[in-house]
């Protein structure tokens, strides 16, 4: 693992114990998981126990320490989203994806998770997608949701491909 990226990320908070959270995000962000080496990185650079790193990584949900895909499906199963449909849409995102909540496609691609609220009850059922909220979905939608990523992914690696960079 290149830690170079790490120590940047460490540098921009200046090594400080209180930024640990927020380093935590940005190594997350860069690899779409918190891999080991980087925790003891980040463990050894605050002169922190690895445990102590682990225990925050560990205790807020929004923190990974598996392997995430580039794109990110949240599907909501709270009492509103799911007598509104949600198990459908859940049933085709697993069926489109080839894959159970909490996984992550072969081709690091999607990850697939469901929650109990997403907070967004009236516009319900809901999918969150890369940071934006779909309201009022159904599987149809929800397939479509995925079609587009896909095709925009195909177009991205193909323009990619005839500028010679590799994917």
Known sequence: MDFEHVEKIIDKYEEKRTALISILH????????????????????LRMDL??????ATFYKSFSL????KHSVTLCLGTACH????????????????????????????SLNVVNCLGVCA?????????????????IKAKRIIEKINKNNN?????????????
């Open 26 to 45: 940005e190594i997350q962000d860069q690899y779409h998981h918190l891999p080991e080496e980087a925790l003891r990185k980040v463990a050894s650079r």
């Open 66 to 69: 598996i392997p995430k895909g």
């Open 123 to 139: 516009i319900g059922p809901v999918m969150f997608v890369d940071g934006k909220f779909y309201g009022e979905m159904n599987s």
């Open 83 to 110: 007598v509104r449909g949600g198990p459908k849409i859940l049933r085709e995102m697993k069926r489109q994806l080839n894959i159970e909540p909490g996984q992550t496609t072969a081709d690091k691609q999607f």
């Open 155 to 167: 177009k991205s690696n193909k323009n990619k491909k005839r500028n010679g960079v590799k994917s």
């Open 51 to 56: 445990n102590d790193i682990y225990g925050v």
